[in-house]
């Protein structure tokens, strides 16, 4: 009864704004998935809305543009449609697809202040690799249980057992805890002529996203701020196929296997992500 209240006052008013209550705890790379999917959602003649929340701040003031896609709480009336699902729409074929994202990184993300950033980074040569190794909350509070996974030994395996026929001219690794990086991955330097641990002490956030973004080569982590940043590299330059990523994902479900991936990145699935 009430339900059928609030859709015919919303006829009334013809006012039929979807709204998404975005869970307060997405960061960056979740968050973009809700932007993609209220992009979808207008390509296709929607009136829909996420609920802006605080951890918005950051990616709305790299990518103004997202904003369009926003409501605050005190602009909710009683009678526009919740979604309250708890769904992240992260499936990649299912929730969006390639053409949809390219779209949206092409129309929503790619603006001419990023591109003035993109500029300033030296552009990619083949022989370069970037490696994104998330640590941070993945690796406190207990959460290694859920996330966590030998990151030295994996990335052992990949130049084992994909490239070991490979020379590399640069090898770039990026990650939320260099200095974890530079103890454990100076190894390294015994496949390339050039190893990196780049710091950026300004705006390091938007400066890591681009540097990875800005790669033709990748090993990704276990994380949406990785996904994002090779989707903006595979439309950049075409390297799904140069994109390596682990197969797991998280041990919150029964299924512990990534679905965000594209299905033309080099899934690693041989590697034993819980020794």
Same mark, same amino acid.
């Given at each position: 009864?009430k339900?059928?209240?609030?859709?015919?006052?919303?006829?009334?008013?013809?006012?039929?704004?979807?709204?998404?209550?975005?869970?307060?705890?997405?960061?960056?790379?979740?968050?973009?998935?809700?932007?993609?999917?209220?992009?979808?959602? &207008?390509?296709?003649?929607?009136?829909?809305?996420?609920?802006?929340?605080?951890?918005?701040? &950051?990616?709305?003031?790299?990518?103004?543009?997202l904003?369009?896609?926003?409501?605050?709480?005190?602009d909710v009336?009683?009678?526009?449609?919740?979604?309250?699902?708890n769904?992240?729409?992260?499936?990649?074929?299912?929730?969006?697809?390639?053409?949809?994202?390219y @779209?949206?990184?092409?129309?929503?993300?790619?603006?001419?202040?990023?591109?003035?950033?993109l500029?300033?980074?030296?552009?990619?040569?083949? @022989?370069?690799?970037?490696?994104?190794?998330?640590?941070g909350?993945?690796?406190?509070?207990?959460?290694?249980?859920?996330?966590?996974?030998?990151?030295i030994?994996?990335?052992?395996?990949?130049?084992k057992?994909?490239?070991?026929?490979?020379?590399?001219?640069?090898?770039?690794?990026i990650?939320?805890?260099m200095?974890?990086? &530079?103890?454990?991955?100076?190894?390294?330097?015994?496949?390339?002529k050039?190893?990196?641990?780049?710091?950026?002490?300004?705006?390091?956030i938007?400066?890591?996203?681009l540097?990875?973004?800005? +790669?033709?080569?990748?090993?990704? +982590?276990?994380?949406?701020?990785s996904?994002?940043?090779?989707y903006? +590299?595979?439309?950049?330059?075409? +390297?799904?196929?140069?994109?390596?990523?682990?197969?797991?994902?998280s041990?919150?479900?029964?299924?512990?296997?990534?679905?965000?991936?594209?299905?033309?990145?080099?899934?690693?699935?041989?590697?034993n992500?819980?020794s």
């Amino acid at each position: 009864m009430k339900n059928n209240i609030k859709k015919a006052i919303a006829i009334l008013l013809k006012d039929d704004l979807q709204i998404c209550i975005t869970p307060k705890g997405a960061r960056w790379g979740n968050l973009l998935y809700f932007f993609l999917h209220a992009f979808i959602k &207008e390509k296709n003649g929607k009136n829909f809305k996420l609920l802006y929340t605080t951890h918005m701040a &950051e990616v709305l003031k790299w990518f103004p543009d997202l904003k369009k896609f926003t409501i605050t709480e005190k602009d909710v009336k009683f009678y526009h449609q919740k979604d309250a699902s708890n769904n992240f729409y992260q499936i990649f074929g299912e929730d969006f697809g390639r053409d949809n994202l390219y @779209d949206f990184i092409k129309t929503q993300l790619l603006t001419s202040s990023i591109k003035d950033l993109l500029q300033n980074i030296p552009e990619p040569e083949n @022989d370069w690799l970037t490696i994104n190794i998330r640590r941070g909350d993945f690796y406190e509070k207990g959460n290694t249980s859920l996330y966590g996974y030998d990151q030295i030994g994996f990335v052992k395996h990949i130049f084992k057992t994909r490239f070991s026929e490979k020379n590399w001219q640069k090898i770039t690794v990026i990650s939320d805890d260099m200095i974890w990086c &530079e103890e454990n991955f100076f190894f390294l330097n015994r496949y390339s002529k050039i190893l990196e641990f780049p710091e950026f002490k300004e705006n390091t956030i938007i400066s890591s996203f681009l540097r990875i973004s800005k +790669s033709q080569n990748l090993i990704l +982590s276990n994380s949406t701020f990785s996904f994002w940043a090779a989707y903006i +590299s595979n439309y950049l330059y075409g +390297s799904a196929e140069k994109t390596y990523c682990p197969i797991f994902g998280s041990r919150r479900m029964e299924n512990t296997d990534l679905y965000q991936f594209d299905p033309n990145w080099q899934m690693i699935k041989d590697f034993n992500f819980e020794s």
